[in-house]
């Protein structure tokens, strides 16, 4: 079974263009999230998707983020205008919907966005 | 609000040591569920071990151990027996059952650095 796949694995671009990151979940899995890595800190929560519907954006930095999961399959986080600060590892991970419990979640191998 | 710290940003071992790596967290909640996540150079996260709020039986899973003691707030990882293979970033989470997304809220890694 393919595991959560994330394209592209890595991405250069300069302050002020635009990026989309790429995330295929595990098939089945209705539950996708999206993680950011800054450098030399934690692994933060941006936003968690339940099917094509957004439960929670809480994590998400800015309006400059914008994320979606047209049909409930793969998910799209595009950020515009790229800052410098929003370099890091954006991770992806997914999960099944399991009543009364938290399931693990399957993470994808992130991309590495830098941002000059 | 909850909060995971991992105290030891980095550890070297030699070969065949054993090895604890430490987890404290924080929470309001009474139910809830910790995890430990492996990150191995490829970059992905590896699941290890779910546990929950009520359940403080230590795990065994081979070489490696968790020890979860809920009077100190702990959940620590026992690797016995390192090896080559072991190095790598691990991280220890938490998911409040009070958030129906069960987002992860992550400690800050801990470098383990096993030498032949």
């Known amino acids: 079974e393919a595991g959560v796949t994330q394209f592209p694995s890595h991405s250069v671009i300069e302050k002020g263009q635009t990026v989309t990151l790429r995330c295929d979940p595990i098939?089945?899995?209705?539950?996708l999230y999206w993680y950011r890595r800054v450098m030399g800190k934690e692994i933060k929560f941006l936003l968690h998707?339940?099917?094509?519907?957004?439960?929670?954006e809480s994590g998400m930095p800015n309006n400059r983020f914008l994320a979606e999961r047209t049909g409930g399959t793969y998910s799209t986080l595009k950020v515009q205008p790229a800052e410098l600060e929003d370099s890091g590892v954006y991770f992806c991970?997914?999960?099944?919907?399991?009543?009364?419990?938290?399931?693990?979640?399957?993470f994808g191998p992130g991309t590495r966005l830098t941002v000059l | 609000a909850q909060k995971v710290t991992q105290a030891q940003t980095e550890i070297s071992v030699v070969e065949k040591e054993d090895v604890t790596l430490d987890c404290v967290y924080e929470?309001?909640?009474?139910?809830?569920?910790l995890f430990w996540y492996k990150q191995p150079p490829s970059g992905e996260l590896v699941f290890l071990i779910r546990?929950?709020?009520?359940?403080?039986q230590n795990e065994i899973s081979g070489r490696y151990s968790w020890n979860f003691q809920k009077s100190t707030s702990s959940f620590n990882f026992t690797i016995t027996a390192s090896q080559v293979v072991d190095s790598a970033v691990y991280f220890c989470?938490?998911?409040?059952?009070?958030?129906?997304?069960?987002?992860?809220?992550f400690g800050g890694g801990t470098r383990l650095m096993v030498k032949p």
């Open positions: 998707f339940v099917k094509e519907s957004k439960q929670d």
């Open positions: 929470t309001r909640d009474t139910t809830y569920y």
């Open positions: 098939s089945g899995h209705d539950n």
């Open positions: 546990r929950n709020s009520f359940d403080e």
């Open positions: 989470a938490l998911s409040e059952a009070g958030n129906a997304g069960n987002m992860l809220t």
């Open positions: 991970a997914s999960s099944q919907v399991l009543p009364l419990m938290s399931a693990e979640q399957f």
